[in-house]
Nanobody, 124 residues
């Protein structure tokens, strides 16, 4: 497994979670664009946030309204998604992904590597 997502869980509305996406030793995040997507039951996978190779370019989906923050620590070979003020609508499996070309696009087809996903469930 090259990317391992973790940090999900069952929380109440208004709580916070921090997701981590750790790369294996033989897989380096340095130089790659990294992103988070999510997929709720019965829905298509949707873009959440992306960060380019050096952190200078960050993109979020509009509906987040500033509640989520993506960051990266290439020294730790890890990308994070800080999620605050969680809502029941945020319930989904969250996936991290890596793009060799660091494009920070919203299209999942542009990502070359995917983690296995971590479940986030927000109760009302």
């Amino acid at each position: 497994v090259q990317l391992q997502a973790s940090g999900g869980g069952l929380v109440q509305a208004g709580d916070s979670l921090r997701l981590s996406c750790a790369a294996s030793e033989r897989f380096r995040t340095y130089g790659m664009g990294m992103a988070w997507f999510r997929q709720a039951p019965g829905k298509e996978r949707e873009f959440v946030a992306a960060i380019n190779w050096n952190g200078a370019v960050i993109r979020y989906v509009n509906f987040l309204k500033g509640r989520f923050t993506i960051s990266r620590d290439d020294g730790e070979n890890t990308v994070y998604l800080q999620m605050n003020s969680l809502e029941p609508g945020d319930t989904a499996v969250y996936y991290c992904a890596a793009d060799k070309l660091s494009r920070t696009t919203m299209d999942p087809r542009n990502y070359d590597f995917w983690g296995q996903g971590t479940q986030v469930t927000v109760s009302s």
